[in-house]
């Protein structure tokens, strides 16, 4: 894309947001695709699972 003779480049950023769906209006927690990715493999992992007694 040119700009005023200049040439820039935009970039896509692709990021996901999380909130609590009872206060949609809320904050959002903001996570890049890697750190989301390792949030969901540490789930599926067990990695956040309380210790049982």
Known sequence: ?????????IHQVHLIGV??????TGPA???TPGEWYAFTAG???????????
């Open 19 to 24: 909130r609590d769906s009872k206060k949609p």
């Open 1 to 9: 894309m040119k700009l005023c003779g200049h040439r820039i480049r």
């Open 29 to 31: 927690l903001v996570f």
């Open 43 to 53: 789930v599926q992992g067990g990695e956040f699972n309380r210790p049982t007694a």
